[in-house]
């Protein structure tokens, strides 16, 4: 008896369902995804490395005390509300001058929502050089 051989078929790999499955991955990432569009505000940060540059005029100093108390200079506002702090930058603005620099200096224990704030009320003022007042790494800690 006289046996014929098989042919030994190669294994392939099937295309078709591994594409299908990488398109199924593909539509459920991009459906899953979210997008988020964030919004910021220009903000000059100090580095520690670099120098403190002197500038012409003396810039508005914005102090924000532990408790969320907003201060102009050494002044504090009358009323603590958002009006208030709001047209309080808007009229030092117009004193000051239009390219008026603001400095936001806040203590170290006062809740972000109030730096937060000052900025967007900073913004709406017209401000448009905003920094934020730190210390040095090295320099004196309270």
């Not at 100093?61 to 808007?90: C, F, K, M, S, W």
């Not at 117009?94 to 809740?111: E, F, Y």
Request: hydrophobic fraction near 45%.
């Amino acid at each position: 008896m006289k046996f014929r051989a098989r042919r030994s078929e190669e294994p392939e790999v099937m295309l078709i369902p591994m594409i299908d499955v990488m398109l199924v991955l593909l539509i459920f990432f991009v459906a899953t995804t979210t997008f988020v569009r964030e919004t910021g505000v220009d903000l000059e940060l100090p580095s520690i490395d670099q120098p403190v540059r002197p500038h012409e005029d003396r810039p508005l100093v914005l102090n924000i005390d532990a408790g969320g108390r907003y201060a102009l200079g050494d002044t504090p506002l009358a009323q603590q509300t958002e009006a208030a702090l709001l047209a309080a930058l808007r009229e030092a603005k117009a004193n000051a001058g239009a390219d008026t620099r603001l400095i936001i200096s806040a203590d170290r224990n006062t809740p972000h929502q109030y730096v937060v704030t000052a900025l967007d009320l900073a913004g709406k003022a017209g401000l448009g050089s905003i920094g934020i007042a730190a210390l040095p790494k090295d320099g004196p800690q309270p």
